[in-house]
């Protein structure tokens, strides 16, 4: 079973920046649409970000719009989060999922439906 990996995530001073990656080490991923998701202490899961399988269409969470960028190089079978003037709000463990669905349906699923998912990586934000 396709599994994805997670990787990048930390602890960061609000403000600062990371950028997380998601890699499929085993099957290509040029045909699934990709989404970061994301889920906080006692919160319910949120989508932050999708991008199509091509590169060429995104979304973002209107509470990460203008900080967060999602891109993807199929060449390297990875898919990017690049988190800038992060605040403590963003303090959550980040998930990638991949389906073979459109991107608007991949950005309001809330999470259901993806054929994979990865593990998770944490991202804290404190200063």
């Known amino acids: 079973q396709l599994q994805l990996v997670e990787s990048g995530g930390g602890l960061v001073q609000p403000g600062g920046s990371l950028r997380l990656s998601c890699r499929a080490p085993?099957?290509?991923?040029?045909?699934?649409?990709i989404a970061w998701f994301r889920q906080a202490p006692g919160k319910e899961r949120e989508g932050v970000s999708c991008?199509?399988?091509?590169?060429?269409?995104?979304n973002y969470a209107d509470s990460v719009k203008g900080r967060f960028t999602i891109s993807r190089d199929n060449a390297k079978n990875t898919v990017y989060l690049q988190m800038n003037n992060l605040k403590p709000e963003d303090t959550a463990v980040y998930y990638c999922?991949?389906?073979?669905?459109?991107?608007?349906?991949?950005?309001?699923?809330?999470?259901?439906?993806?054929?994979?998912w990865g593990k998770g990586t944490l991202v804290i934000v404190s200063s």
């Open positions: 991008i199509n399988s091509s590169g060429s269409s995104t």
């Open positions: 999922a991949a389906a073979l669905m459109p991107i608007q349906s991949m950005c309001s699923s809330g999470g259901n439906g993806m054929n994979y």
């Open positions: 085993d099957v290509t991923l040029d045909y699934y649409t």
